[in-house]
């Protein structure tokens, strides 16, 4: 718990802002899935209240992920504030146009009905670019620059960044798909085409969160730097084969879970392989060697 404590103690300014504000966003998800429980209102369509549930979730995590490996990169202040800074402003935007959207009753995406929804649209899809941008900035530096001494760390971070683009630049294309649909007078097609992308999107997503996280709990291991390094690789490649089936079978149209078999035998085996991982570092963490660090760590801090 006091590793944890230090991420917010020891954060920048820009860092603690941008766990507060993913916090929020996460809450906000928590708060729109009850309400949608209780009311029994309906999960499936672009006027669902679970919009807003899906993506107050997904940008929280992602948000506080983002900011929390960044933080292990070697960045110019300035540098690491405006890309930061506007991370977590367009976070925000985003959460809270599609939180407004569907309290409105009205599809948040490919919605140009009136010039207020079509500016709602604009944003949005304004927004997913910034957001682009900025985890451009963040891969290069973490290509070009030092980064972590541990070399399992800087691994762990550069792959999450890089696949992080992967779910972003699918975002992308899911926009572009959607508005043209959309523009030619189908607005069902346009919910349609996009989302045929969701589940690489999903999955490509969250791999800033696990491969970092999977890289840092296995520095309150006993095992050696080598070792690490050999399981962040393993599990840097099993995201990118789980990634890279996702992708193939949400280009080709086809539902992960009804893939043919032997997409599903490669991709499960994937997942197993990543879960397997996580799986070895949580069991080889040494409460005395965390004990030991973090007192270390409180020692520097003095």
């Known amino acids: 718990m006091n590793a944890l404590t230090r991420i917010w103690s020891g954060g920048r300014r820009a860092e603690r802002i941008a766990y507060a504000a993913g916090a929020v966003l996460f809450l ?6 009850l309400l949608l429980i209780a009311t029994g209102g309906s999960w499936l369509g672009p006027l669902s209240m679970r919009k807003a549930v899906t993506f107050g979730l997904s940008f929280g995590l992602t948000l506080a992920s983002v900011a929390w490996a960044a933080s ?14 506007a991370f977590t402003a367009a976070s925000v935007i985003e959460v809270a146009l599609v939180g407004m959207q569907a309290w409105r009753g ?9 010039p207020f929804d079509n500016v709602v649209s604009m944003t949005l899809a304004a927004g997913g670019g910034v957001l682009i941008l900025t985890v451009i900035g963040f891969t290069a530096t973490a290509l070009v620059e030092p980064g972590p001494e541990a070399p ?6 550069r792959a999450g960044l890089a696949v ?10 899911m926009i572009g798909r959607g ?15 996009a989302g045929s992308l969701k589940p690489l999107h999903a999955v490509a997503m969250h791999a800033i969160l696990v491969l970092p996280a999977l890289a840092w709990v ?47 035998l490669v991709s499960a085996l994937a997942a197993a392989v990543l879960a397997g991982t996580g799986i070895h570092a949580l ?20």
Do not use: C, Q, W
């Open 28 to 33: 906000s998800g928590v708060v729109h899935a």
């Open 164 to 173: 992080l683009l992967v779910a972003l630049a699918t975002g992308a294309v």
């Open 283 to 302: 069991s080889g963490v040494e409460p005395a060697v965390r004990f030991v660090r973090v007192l270390n760590g409180k020692a520097r801090g003095r």
């Open 218 to 264: 296995l520095g309150f291991t006993g095992h050696s730097e080598a070792h690490r390094l050999r399981i962040v690789r393993t599990a840097v490649a099993a995201d990118l084969v789980l990634t890279a089936v996702i992708g193939a079978e949400s280009f080709a149209g086809l539902d992960p879970l009804a893939a043919p078999l032997p997409l599903m």
């Open 152 to 157: 399992s760390l800087r691994l762990a971070v």
């Open 179 to 193: 508005v043209v649909a959309a523009r030619s007078g189908d607005p069902r097609l346009a919910y349609t085409t």
């Open 106 to 114: 009205v599809p948040s995406h490919f919605n140009f009905e009136t």
């Open 72 to 85: 292990f990169l070697t960045m110019r202040p300035r540098l690491r504030g405006v890309l930061l800074g």
